[in-house]
């Protein structure tokens, strides 16, 4: 008997008879068994092998190009009642959804191995931490999720222990558009994904799990399960404040979480350390403090863009022990991807490079790797504690209005400002780039129910004993008349944290204005920059009337929740809305 664990081997038995695969095999997360998967791999053409001089134990996987991003339009988070799931998500009826993928599944993984991976979200010894099984019949899926999870036998000693977990059902099945399916059913914690290999909808530990599901789950337990990174900042002083911020998705949260600070920082003693990179689940500690632990034990980057200038870090940790996917490769079989020096020969389709079948690597190409190979990996992100977190971080790709940075009054603020967040869309999920998009929390594609319950959620945890962090909003993305990009971004972002921290320690008394508070002018750090006083005064800039007509769109988006849109969040936005009035009519006056 495989386990001892009676539901997960009559769940096991149950698959393997709809799905009728060849044989089973149940995974124990070993070195050798994810060398024998990267053979097999090698053998069949799933992988390529990379030059293992220059990137030993790296391989490269390409996806069928029709396959290379999450599908948001066949997701579906499937309640018992349509409005549990909001105006946010698809829904689907259960039974038909279940249906619908049973008839999908049916003798689907003939002539294949059905992979039995038991995995735990977190580390294996911490309370916060939830455990799940995927079926699945892709060896890569296997190999990935050895990377993003802590999969094996320790996890499925603890899914003994404790009787519960997340079942996942997937298969890639024909790779058919037409017959692609990611389906959550958030009250039967159950996902059953069908068509795709991508990661987001493949490696259901992530996406679907650790926020999907994890989501629903946290309401019903008192926690958080956000769509953040997770970074440790450490003073000269030697102290250490944890921010978890979310940004939608491909807009650098891999890169804040791995940020070099400035060369000036750096001699003075200031420090990084990357707790996670996408997802961060919260819960209130004995102190009143929220607690954070990141979920995932590997980073499934965006791999465009990471360069030396932007992410030196990201670049050492894929050195070497790394899956490639749709990345281009180098006449001497190094991976390539736009922003790295060298050439590419090779497209990410494998066909011989030419600039006008576009770039040449898939702009959602991806590295999965173990977090333990980060430079910067934080000696706490296995703590079972989780990190207290000192400030929570809103923000998104926002050409105009937003400043660089701004702090919520109080938490519902804070919680309006994350409701409110806006991004310009992002090759991360199929469908138009660059388009403005509301994307609340930054968890638009993967709240697994209603908007306005998890906005109620959100602000519950403002109650009597509650020691919350403070919240801001940053837009790094801001832009001048002639589109060119106001601040510098990437490791220049640590000015704006330490800004934060001040705030956080009652040492920056900032302007209260009317959309939050800003930092005067003297209280940014920008010694070594070379920004003129006309940027700085653009991005600190509060305009009136682009604020009044945003807090108007923020208003007929909010309503869109209703009837369940809690009235705290409607009155905060009506306050602002007020006070930008006032102000407005006092400055013409
Ligand atoms: C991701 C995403 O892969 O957000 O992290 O799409
Ligand atoms: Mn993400």
Known sequence: MPSTLEALTRWVDKVASLTQPAQIHWCDGSESEYRALVQQMLADGTLIELNQQSHPGCYLHRSNPGDVARVEHLTFVCHARREDAGPNNHWMDPAEAHAKMDALFDGCMEGRTLYVIPYCMGPIDSPLSRCGVEITDSPYVVANMRIMTRMGAAALKRIEREGTFVKG???TGELDPERRFIMHFPEERTIKSYGSGYGGNALLGKKCHALRIASHQARDEGWLAEHMLIVGIENPQGETHYIAAAFPSACGKTNLAMLIPPEGYRRDGWKVWTVGDDICWM????????????????????????????????????????????????????????????????????????????????????????????????????????????????????????????????????????????????????????VLRRDSMAMKPFCGYHYGDYFAHWLSFDKAGAVLPKVFHVNWFRK???????????????????????????????????????????ELNLDGLSLTPGQLDE????????????????????QSFEPRLPTRLRREQQDIATSLEGRTAAASA
């Open 480 to 522: 001048d008349a002639e589109g060119r990009f106001l601040w510098p971004g990437f490791g220049e972002n640590l000015r704006v944290l330490e800004w934060m921290i001040a705030r956080v320690k009652g040492d920056a008394p900032g302007v209260d204005t009317a959309i939050g508070i800003l930092p005067a002018r003297d």
């Open 169 to 171: 059902l997937h298969s």
């Open 283 to 434: 819960r209130p500690g004995q102190d009143g403090r929220l607690y954070a632990i990141n979920p995932e034990a590997g980073f499934f980057g965006v791999a465009p863009g990471t360069s030396d200038s932007t992410n030196p870090n990201a670049l050492a940790t894929v050195a070497h022990d790394t899956i490639f996917t749709n990345v281009a490769v180098t006449a001497d079989n190094q991976p390539w991807w736009e922003g790295l020096p060298g050439q590419p020969v090779t497209d990410w389709r494998g066909r011989p490079y030419d600039p006008a079948n576009g770039p040449a690597a898939h702009p959602n190409s991806r590295f999965t790797v173990s977090a333990k190979q980060c430079p910067t990996w934080s000696p706490k992100a296995e703590d079972a504690q989780g990190v207290p977190i000192s400030a929570i971080v809103f923000g998104g790709r926002r050409p105009s209005l937003l400043p660089l940075v701004m702090e919520a009054r109080d938490w519902s603020h804070g919680v309006l400002m994350g409701a409110a967040m806006g991004s310009e869309t992002t090759a991360a999920a199929t469908g138009a780039v660059g």
């Open 539 to 558: 991005l600190l800039a509060v305009d009136s009337e682009g604020w009044q007509a945003e807090l108007e769109a923020i208003g007929d988006y909010l």
